[in-house]
């Protein structure tokens, strides 16, 4: 399974932006998916997530803003973004079955887990 993100780009504060993840080699079905973020001199925090029961899950500072989605037909997962803050800049990462994952009450730990990561997108925010 290889993920590829794309979408990222400089927008003004209060914008939006759609961020994409396309799955291949494999299927995102019956898989925790989720969207990951890293900031320049932070550590990556997770940001939003699909749990295998399809509840999503979000980071506080984002919810009511950031959407998560997937479509399974097309085997690509979604990170749709409004309003967006200079504090939402930063790399964005998709990811499938990470092995740790803490996203609102959202948490677990599987060092077997399948733990596949894209390559990152970037997102910056600035008039």
Known sequence: LQLVESGGALVQP???????CVASGGTLNNR??????????KEREGVACID???TSYYED???GRFKISKDNAKNTMYLEMNNLKPEDAGFYYCAVDPKRLHIGP?????SSALDIWGQGTRV???A
């Open 32 to 41: 925790i998916i989720a969207w990951f973020r890293q900031a320049s001199g």
């Open 106 to 110: 959202k948490y677990y730990a599987a």
């Open 14 to 20: 209060g914008g939006s932006l759609k961020l994409s």
């Open 61 to 63: 500072s984002v919810k």
């Open 52 to 54: 295998t029961d399809d």
């Open 124 to 126: 910056i925010v600035s």
